[in-house]
């Protein structure tokens, strides 16, 4: 009924920035949180940063001032602008939505498939 649909991943050096996007579709009434989690091997998945429907903003700690989160709710779409990119950030980044369908009054938890991040030199 719904899906979320990663892009922008890949090779990265040091220092440097990669964008990715998410977009939503199907049978959706309202989208209330998008955000980014992340995996990297042998570690637990992570949160990386969410956004409100209305812009509200939360980041772990270890992204601020790097990373930026930003959504166009006419899209359905979120964003991720990663810069200064560190080795560490090196995982798998997951698009995540928090989504009210049309045929339920419930808010139901979705996940894309992820996209690999490498941050090697």
């Known amino acids: 009924q719904v899906q979320l649909v990663e892009s922008g991943g890949g090779l990265v050096q040091p220092g440097g920035s990669l964008r990715l996007s998410c977009a939503a579709s199907?049978?959706?009434?309202?989208?209330?949180?998008m955000g980014w989690y992340r995996q990297a091997p042998g570690k637990q998945r992570e949160l990386v940063a969410t956004?409100?429907?209305?812009?509200?903003?939360n980041y772990a700690d270890s992204v601020k001032g790097r990373f930026t989160i930003s959504r166009d709710n006419a899209k359905n779409t979120v964003y991720l602008q990663m810069n200064s990119l560190k080795r560490e950030d090196t995982a798998v980044y997951y698009c995540?939505?928090?989504?009210?369908?049309?045929?339920?009054?419930?808010?139901?938890?979705?996940w894309g498939q992820g996209t690999q991040v490498t941050v090697a030199s």
């Open positions: 956004i409100t429907r209305g812009g509200g903003t």
């Open positions: 199907g049978s959706i009434f309202s989208i209330y949180v």
């Open positions: 995540y939505a928090r989504i009210q369908i049309v045929t339920r009054v419930q808010l139901d938890d979705y």
